[in-house]
């Protein structure tokens, strides 16, 4: 089933560690996307990529690092994780049907630095 | 520059009542707008999109140039209606879509 995976769902981890979201789709787009996003909050993009080899910040200053070698695999990387790190990362790719883009979201990870 | 606000960030009413939550945007072209809802514990889902003038769960949003908004209306609230709300706006970019969310609405939906 074309869906968009994340892992892990929920995170806790010490100041320091180096740590990989990961996320996969299996709809067979082109475009990903990660959010960041507080509880009842707006949605902060931090990085896009339009393709295998594309990688481009977004509107929110973020210290972590994408990759993006395959297309159905985007993960998102903190080289040392702080407290000011927590949040939710939400993973979203788009695609086009009927000549129309619309974006589709994975289940989040929720990351706590202690 | 904000492309989509959400005046309201906290909204209730009351069951069987009527609801509409604000959107407005900033954009000269011609945008795709969007509404998603993210239900408790539920991921972020796409609710209707102002192309398809669609009603989806009762919802209805209908895109105003002249004021620039895409207000969501239904007509009569249900308890599981209650959710966080948020207008997305798409334009084309230079490679591709641009994708830009407001800062989303909390609807509570009280019996």
């Known amino acids: 089933e074309a869906d968009i995976y994340q892992t892990p769902r929920y995170l806790v981890i010490g100041t320091g560690k180096k740590i990989t979201l990961e996320c996969s789709q299996t709809m067979g787009h082109d475009k990903m996307y990660w959010y960041q996003q507080d509880p009842g909050m707006e949605l902060h993009l931090i990085h896009y990529s339009y393709g295998v080899n594309s990688t481009e910040k977004g509107d929110l200053s973020s210290e972590s690092t994408v990759s993006r070698i395959r297309t159905e695999h985007f993960p998102l990387t903190l080289e040392s994780a702080r407290p000011s790190h927590t949040s939710q990362y939400l993973c979203?790719?788009?695609?086009?049907?009927?000549?129309?883009?619309?974006?589709?979201f994975g289940p989040g990870t929720r990351l706590l630095v202690l | 520059a904000q492309r989509v606000t959400q005046p309201e960030k906290l909204l209730s009413v009351f069951k069987g009542a009527p609801v509409e939550l604000k959107c407005n945007y900033s954009y000269s072209g011609s945008p795709e707008l969007f509404w998603y809802v993210q239900y408790s514990r539920q991921r972020l889902q796409l609710l209707l999109r102002h192309i398809s003038r669609e009603s989806i769960k009762g919802f209805t949003a209908d895109l105003n140039k002249g004021e620039t908004s895409f207000h969501l209306k239904k007509p009569f609230a249900q308890e599981e209606d209650s959710a966080m709300y948020y207008c997305a706006l798409s334009h084309p970019g230079n490679t591709g879509n641009q994708f830009y969310f407001g800062t989303g609405t909390s609807l509570t939906v009280i019996p």
């Open positions: 979203a790719s788009s695609g086009t049907s009927g000549g129309r883009e619309t974006q589709y």
